[in-house]
């Protein structure tokens, strides 16, 4: 008897071990796409100089990651420090 419900909660164990590792796939799919459209839409801002790094906004426009697709009209950080921007206050 014991057997049997180890042998139970084995098996349901495994199907959602194998249940994460599809849900983790779909995720890395919709991430993957997410990334695409983003990159899609910096190069569609770029053509059409909507990126903060040519209207001049970014003051950081050596350092921060996300110079390719920024396209605020006013940077508010006070710092850029491994690409990240930050507030000091």
Sequence with gaps: MYKDI???INKEISD???QEQELAAKRQGRERARDAIN???AEED????KLAVQKGICPFPD???EKRTC???RCNADTCDNGFTYRMS
């Design 16 to 18: 959602l071990r194998k």
């Design 46 to 49: 770029k053509k059409n100089g």
């Design 63 to 65: 350092d921060c990651k």
């Design 71 to 73: 396209t605020k009209d």
């Design 6 to 8: 180890l042998s139970h």
């Design 39 to 41: 990159m899609l839409q």
